[in-house]
Nanobody
Framework: QVQLVESGGGLVQAGGSLRLSCAAS????????MGWFRQAPGAEREIVAG????????YYADSVKGRFTISRDNAKNTGYLQMNSLKPEDTAVYYC???????????????????WGQGTQVTVSS
């Protein structure tokens, strides 16, 4: 089992940047794929980006391609989401999630992930 804690959210002006971190407990973080999801008020939770267990494969939603970068440091048990050129429509609660297993593909559906952080608010002002 792994516990996840997000940090790094906040209020930023459009065009600005934020870096989210997801700290995982335990010594087996490297055996988990990781995803970043977001949920805006009244909307469903959606995938933003995903990365497999060794970091070789990544996935990005079309809406964030070229602006966001997902990465992980297994030695530090931490995942990251670098968000650049932020837009007001990026405003949401951002969650990191983990799925155990040595998958090469990226899972993009929330129900595929068993472990979730508490979320961190990102607000982008226009």
């Amino acid at each position: 089992q792994v516990q996840l804690v997000e940090s790094g959210g906040g209020l930023v002006q459009a065009g600005g940047s934020l870096r989210l971190s997801c700290a995982a407990s335990g010594r087996t973080f490297s055996t988990y794929s990781m995803g970043w999801f977001r949920q805006a008020p009244g909307a469903e939770r959606e995938i933003v980006a995903g990365i497999n267990w060794d970091g070789r494969n990544t996935y990005y939603a079309d809406s964030v391609k070229g602006r966001f970068t997902i990465s992980r440091d297994n030695a530090k048990n931490t995942g990251y989401l670098q968000m650049n050129s932020l837009k007001p429509e990026d405003t949401a609660v951002y969650y990191c999630a983990a799925k155990r297993g040595y998958y090469s593909n990226i899972h993009v559906v929330p129900r595929d992930y068993a472990y979730w952080g508490q979320g961190t608010q990102v607000t982008v002002s226009s």
